[in-house]
């Protein structure tokens, strides 16, 4: 059984960065997309960034395009987000998923579309 777990949330103010770290256990993470999600309080979860599975390819929303990078260290079996120049609407719970589908062409990153979640961490952006 894969669980994830992660970690790097907190408090920060705007314009500041955030690393947050998505550890796996159980499987190898290089044979999954994973993805990072967030929930505002009152709002539906959001697909923010995901990488796949062999070739690595990413998708990001367009709220954080420019501003976080996802990526993966295999060996550590941990996927990251970077996070930078962070904005008050980027305060969330921040939950990082993963899937063993792959479709050609296409980056998963819809909650629906993933089977494994981890419990969230909290980030906020406040000065």
């Known amino acids: 059984q894969l669980q994830l777990v992660e970690s790097g949330g907190g408090l920060v103010q705007p314009g500041g960065s955030l690393r947050l770290s998505c550890a796996a256990s159980?499987?190898?993470?290089?044979?999954?997309?994973i993805g990072w999600f967030r929930q505002a309080p009152g709002k539906e979860r959001e697909g923010v960034s995901s990488?796949?599975?062999?070739?690595?390819?990413?998708y990001y929303a367009d709220s954080v395009k420019d501003r976080f990078t996802i990526s993966r260290d295999n060996a550590k079996n941990t996927v990251y987000l970077q996070m930078n120049n962070l904005k008050p609407e980027d305060t969330a719970v921040y939950y990082c998923?993963?899937?063993?589908?792959?479709?050609?062409?296409?980056?998963?990153?819809?909650?629906?579309?993933?089977?494994?979640w981890g419990q969230g961490t909290q980030v906020t952006v406040s000065s």
């Open positions: 998923a993963a899937d063993a589908a792959t479709m050609p062409g296409y980056v998963l990153h819809e909650p629906d579309e993933f089977d494994y």
């Open positions: 990488i796949s599975s062999g070739d690595g390819s990413t």
């Open positions: 159980g499987w190898g993470l290089d044979y999954f997309t």
